[in-house]
Structures are given as C-alpha cells and as structure tokens.
C-alpha cells in the first residue's frame, strides 16, 4: 500500500513534470501577445495623439486665419472709408480755387500774403548849365529834363550843388483769392513827384532847416484776373523799353512817360503775344497863343482809349502801341483855335480828335545785355497836338 502509495506520488510527480513546460510555454506566448496588443495599442494611442495635436493645431490656424480674414476685411472697409474721404477731399478742393502757396518772403494774413519793399536812396549831383540856371527846388535840380535847360542866349554859366533822398521809394503788395478770383494789389510811393520853389516847411520842406517832404502817389491799382483798376503807367507806354539808369527817369528825349488812373484788360493771345486794352483819364494840356504857359483845362469829355500789343520772344520783344483821344478846351477869351483866333469868344468851347503810335523793343545781345529802341509817332488831328508837354516822373 505505501509503496503504490509511493509509485503514484512519483507518477505525479512525473507528469507535473512533463505538464510545467507546456504551460510555461503558453504563458510566454500570451505575455508576447500581450506585449504585441499592447504596443499596438500604444502605436494606435500615439497616432491618435498625433492626429489630436494635427487637429487642434489645424483648428488655431483655421481660427487665426479666421481672425486675421476679420481684421483684414475691417482694415479694408477703412480704407474704402478712407478713400471715400479722400475722393471727397479731392473733390472739394478742386471745387474751389487752390491756396496759395507759402510764400518766400514777406507774411500772410489769413488767406492774403503781404510784402513790404523799396529802397532808401540819396543823391548827390553837381549840374553846370552854359546859359542860365534852374530855379531852385524845381525838378529840373534832381535830375535830367531837356525841357528845363536854360537855352538864354547870351547868359551866363551857373553851376549848382544838390544832395536829397526824395527819391526814397515804397511799395505794399497784396495778393489772395476771392470767390476763386486772383485778386492783387500793389500801391508805390516816393518824396519826389512834389515840387515846390517856396523855402518852407508847408511847402515841401527848407533845405536848410529839415528837407522835409510830401509823400506822393506813384501807382495804386488792383487786379482781379485780367482786369487792372487803379492808376498805373498808361497803356501807350512801354516800359519796357525804359533803360536801366540811376537817374530817376534816364533817357527822356522821345519817351513816353505817363502814370495816370486807368480801366485795363490784358489777354494773352498765345505764349508769346499779348494784348492790352484800356480806357485812360483825359487831361488835355492847353496854350494860350501868344504865351508859353501850359494850362490843363479838365473839360475833356471822353475817355483816352489805349491798345497795346506785345510780342515776346527769344531773341528780344517789341511793343506797338495805339492811342485815341479828344483833346477839349474852353475858350475865356483870346485863343487860337485850328489857327483860326477866337478873340472873344467867351466860353466857347472846342474839340479835336487826335491819334497816336508808339513801337518800342529789346533786343537780347546775350543772358545779361540787352538793346532797347524806343520810337514814337504822334499824329495830330484838327492842329491839335496829342501829346502831352508835360512829364510826370
């Protein structure tokens, strides 16, 4: 009994023996199969992590794009706003006329830009005159009038010793726009077109004691586009013409020399020729015949009618004046009228018509130097000569 007891404990033994390694076997089997799923699994949890992340990242993009299509799309809209706002700026400042500019010089004044010039000038002249002298005091002693020269024969020589500073010169220019019109303004004044041989303050200054003098109206006129308002040289005149000098009017003999009030316009008729038409103030200067004095009579009844044409180019410019005028006076007493003597005839008065033509030029010799020829023909009608004998500086 115990040795079966023995054999069968053996046997047991035995096939536990032999039944282990099996087993053993297909647990390292499944532990393997295991590990396997396992990191399936983990590949599979990685790749979903993975495509996670891809996800959301692609979700932060999706959502910046989002945002930034948003601001681009208000960034767009302001700028539409923003160039409607300048469209309509745009607009408006071509509706009307443009500001001026800054200017270089001078100041502004609300919309108006004002300057301020001349110059201070004194002259010293020693004159010496063959047969006779010149009053005192008189223009004739400031600077060259042929008309002033002594020509007594027989006289004796005079020589004269004059310092001034007459001749001192100011201006004030304006210059804006009204209602989209070019408005100017320009107003000139010097010490010298009064003359007065009394020796007294009153009338016009001793030059012992202050040399004081009147300030007088030179040129005072506005402009509005084309249209010139205002006393200024007279349309026969070329200034132009005018040589550069130091004395106050320089070469007189056959010049026209006028400023007076005066309705102009002025048309450019292309890029080199221009055309000016005016009506001027009438003053007819009147002599007694028999007598050498000049009377402005201040009865004319039409206004001087005034053309100019001006050709300016490369090589020089010319000028061709016209002038139509009514020359009128009244008789008081013993007159010569059209050569005919109207002794008598006590406020009777009479008229004649006369014309005028003028050419003047500048021929440029190089960029500093230029030749200027003034010329000047003077019609008459009815006897009556137009021009005027007497020479406002």
Request: glycine share 10%.
């Amino acid at each position: 009994m115990s040795v079966n007891r023995t054999r069968f404990t053996a046997l047991l033994l035995g096939a536990s023996a032999l039944a282990l390694p099996s087993v053993a076997h297909a647990d390292a089997t499944r532990e393997r199969a295991l590990e396997a799923r396992l990191e399936k699994l983990e590949a599979q949890m990685a790749a979903m992590q993975a495509q996670l992340a891809e996800a959301r990242g692609a979700q932060a993009q999706a959502i910046a794009a989002s945002a930034a299509a948003a601001q681009a799309g208000q960034q767009a809209e302001a700028a539409t706003a923003q160039a409607q706002a300048a469209t309509a700026k745009l607009a408006a400042l071509e509706a009307r006329p443009a500001p001026a500019a800054t200017p270089t010089d001078g100041f502004r004044s609300g919309a108006t830009t004002i300057k301020l010039g001349g110059y201070l000038k004194m002259v010293g002249s020693h004159s010496h005159f063959s047969n006779g002298s010149v009053a005192t005091n008189t223009l004739g002693r400031d600077f060259y009038l042929p008309q002033t020269i002594p020509t007594t024969v027989g006289g004796r020589s005079f020589d004269s010793q004059d310092f001034t500073a007459k001749q001192t010169r100011l201006w004030l220019n304006l210059d804006t726009q009204v209602a989209g019109h070019v408005v100017k303004g320009y107003l000139e004044s010097d010490f010298q077109v009064t003359a007065s041989a009394v020796q007294n303050v009153t009338a016009g200054g001793s030059q012992r004691t202050t040399n004081g003098y009147t300030l007088g109206l030179r040129r005072a006129y506005v402009q509005v586009d084309r249209f010139t308002l205002g006393q200024d040289w007279t349309t026969f005149q070329y200034t132009g013409a005018l040589p550069e000098s130091t004395d106050y009017v320089g070469g007189a003999e056959g010049t026209v020399f006028v400023r007076q009030p005066l309705v102009r316009y002025a048309a450019p008729l292309s890029k080199q020729v221009t055309l000016a038409v005016a009506v001027e103030n009438p003053e007819s200067a009147l002599v007694t015949a028999g007598a050498t004095t000049t009377l402005e009579s201040g009865t004319d009844h039409l206004p001087d009618f005034t053309a100019r044409l001006t050709y300016a180019g490369k090589r020089g410019e010319v000028a061709l004046s016209g002038l139509v005028r009514q020359v009128r006076g009244e008789s008081t007493g013993s007159a010569l009228v059209n050569n005919v003597s109207t002794a008598g005839a006590t406020g009777h008065g009479v008229t004649a018509t006369g014309f005028g033509a003028s050419i003047g030029g500048k021929l440029f010799l190089n960029e500093k130097k230029d030749q200027r020829y003034p010329l000047h023909r003077h019609l008459r009608a009815g006897h009556w000569p137009i021009r005027r004998p007497e020479l406002r500086a």
